[in-house]
């Protein structure tokens, strides 16, 4: 795996909220996806800088929306999940499979 850019914690939290919205992914739905999912917080700051690092290594895109009166006329940026982003999710969570099996987690099974 050399050479293979490693997601960190919360940019692997910040994909799969992407993947999960699919469409619908935007700031405001990623951060909210994200406490519902985990319990945690999200300050926007970090959120769109993560997003603008992910759009750096090609893991996600974005585009803008039509302006909406609900926003003062400005338009939501949406974000899409590229194929290099998903496979990244991928070897993430392969990664992780392997080296919890076989390990008790607090009583979860990980066979």
Known sequence: MAGVSLLGEFEHLVLLAAIRLNEGAYGASIRAEIAKCTGRAVAPGALYTTLDRLEEKGFVSSRLGEPTPQRGGRPKRFYRVTASGARAVTRAQ??????????????????
């Not at 392969?94 to 066979?111: Q, T």
């Open 94 to 111: 392969l990664a992780f499979g392997a080296l919890a099996k076989g390990i008790p987690l607090f009583g979860a099974s990980n066979a």
